[in-house]
């Protein structure tokens, strides 16, 4: 089973309003966390915001917020006040434990291509 | 410099070519990731370093072979490719890997052509 699920190729928002982005994850680690990057067409990949599975409320960075769900294992991501330049890839990633020490295996999602229209 | 910084941006190599990718973190940070990304495939995990200590090599062929000489520097050396290695090489650094908050920043990557 795939541990990150992204099940929206592409998703296309009018500039100035709201968009969603899904992300749902599978892990039975207790201790996890969950990112989103940004990826625009240059490549580099842009850190957005990160929620970890004992935080109680969801991370807000700016335009962007997590909406997270941990019953569902689902973490997706509201970007408010859509721009031009937010059109790019969007990833999300998780981290866990898995009983060995080291969070530093991060699993990636495939992807959603978001495209916003003037 | 700040952030991440990778060498060469773009590479085109021959088969027997040998050639490095090199990384560095200006963040202070002392753990580095390689990382593969191949075009309609999610990123991959292909070694890891914390205080230069490899502590993950995700089956990556020996074609493939880190060095990590200090916590500021990784380098990726490669010889004798195929053209399906060709993908975007993208190296990220974080403060450590201890933790679930220990969030990892990426470099602009290295598109990498083997032809």
């Known amino acids: 089973a795939q541990k990150i699920t992204q099940t929206q190729p592409g998703m296309f928002v009018q500039e100035k309003e709201a968009v969603t982005l899904d992300c749902t994850y599978d892990?039975?680690?207790?201790?996890?966390?969950l990112f989103w990057y940004k990826q625009p067409s240059s490549g580099e990949m842009i850190f957005l915001i990160y929620?970890?599975?004992?935080?109680?409320q969801n991370a807000t960075e700016g335009r962007y917020s997590l909406n997270f769900q941990k019953a569902r294992k689902s973490a997706n991501l509201v970007i408010s006040a859509s721009q031009l330049g937010d059109s790019a890839m969007y990833f999300c990633a998780m981290s866990e434990n898995a009983g060995g020490t080291s969070y530093g295996k991060l699993t990636f999602g495939q992807g959603t291509i978001l495209t916003v229209h003037p | 410099e700040t952030g991440v910084t990778q060498t060469p941006r773009h590479l085109v190599m021959g088969m027997t070519n040998k050639k490095s990718l090199k990384c560095e973190q200006h963040?202070?940070?002392?753990?580095m990731y390689w990382y593969k990304q191949s075009a309609k495939k999610p990123l991959e995990l292909m070694f890891v370093?914390?205080?230069?200590?490899?502590?993950e090599n995700n089956s990556v062929p020996s074609r493939f072979s880190p060095e990590c000489p200090n916590s500021s520097h990784l380098f990726l050396h490669l010889h004798t490719l195929q053209p399906e290695d060709s993908a975007l090489y993208l190296c990220?650094?974080?403060?450590?890997?201890?933790?679930?908050?220990?969030?990892?920043?990426f470099g602009p990557g290295t598109r990498l052509t083997v032809l």
């Open positions: 929620q970890g599975s004992y935080d109680q």
């Open positions: 370093y914390n205080f230069k200590e490899q502590t």
């Open positions: 892990t039975s680690d207790p201790s996890y966390g």
């Open positions: 990220a650094s974080s403060q450590r890997t201890t933790y679930s908050t220990d969030t990892q920043y």
């Open positions: 963040l202070g940070h002392n753990a």
